[in-house]
């Protein structure tokens, strides 16, 4: 069965220092990741995904994700944090045999601070 | 990306109630949607997969009668919580897969609440 982790449910960063919103996960085949963000009473956003590649994903926003393989892990990253980055953030993976249905950790609260 | 609508956005409904979320693909044709359900700071809950001309497939747990869905159109995506009890009040959230094999599309939820 997948699943997903995200350690912390809340993260505070200071604006304009590097962030980082860590994710772990657990998959029986070769996963598919993602990271979606949800601002308040809005539907999520697509942020970026890994599915085969550079481990290294860029995506939306600035943010970027790395594939750690080894550690299961699928940290997202950004250098400089906005205000407006303030958000819920999900991590979310399936495998390879689950067509299109995807499992979502419970999300970190992003609170990035003036 | 695809567009994806809810409606109504906000729902206050006394407890013994039916309420109808209605989830639109606004600009293309879905033959499956998605329904979540999303507690207060928590993650999102699959709930079922819509498929369009045929039943609903509900995740373990989900109860069939209570939650009843119909996917009437190759854009319409409805669901009734009938009976609405107050551990029903969530934030109920659809989503339309995309064209690529790993695109959803989400709406922007539908909160309901109740009493």
């Known amino acids: 069965a997948q699943s997903v982790a995200q350690p912390e449910d809340q993260v505070n960063v200071a604006e304009g220092n590097p962030l980082t919103v860590k994710c772990t996960y657990s998959?029986?085949?070769?996963?598919?990741l993602f990271w979606y963000v949800q601002y308040p009473n809005r539907g999520l956003q697509f942020l970026l995904k890994y599915i085969t590649g550079d481990n290294l994903v860029k995506g939306s926003y600035g943010f970027e994700a790395e594939f750690n393989k080894s550690q299961t892990s699928f940290h997202l990253k950004k250098p400089s944090a906005l205000v407006s980055d303030s958000a819920l953030y999900f991590c979310a993976v399936r495998d390879e045999t689950s067509y299109d249905k995807v499992i979502f950790g419970p999300g970190t609260s992003l609170s990035v601070i003036p | 990306g695809a567009v994806v609508s809810q409606h109504p956005s906000r729902v206050i409904c006394k407890s013994g109630t039916s309420v109808k979320i209605e989830c639109r693909s606004l600009d293309f044709q879905a033959t499956t949607m998605f329904w979540y359900r999303q507690f207060p700071k928590q993650s999102l809950m699959l709930m079922a997969t819509?498929?369009?001309?045929?039943?609903?497939?509900?995740e373990q747990g989900v109860e069939k009668d209570k939650f009843l869905i119909n996917h009437a159109s190759l854009t319409l995506s409805t669901l009734t919580v009938t009976s609405a009890h107050p551990e029903d009040s969530s934030f109920y959230i659809c989503s339309v897969p995309g064209l690529e094999l790993d695109e959803q599309f989400f709406g922007p939820g539908t909160r309901l609440t109740v009493l």
């Open positions: 819509s498929n369009e001309g045929s039943k609903a497939t509900y």
């Open positions: 998959v029986s085949g070769n996963p598919y």
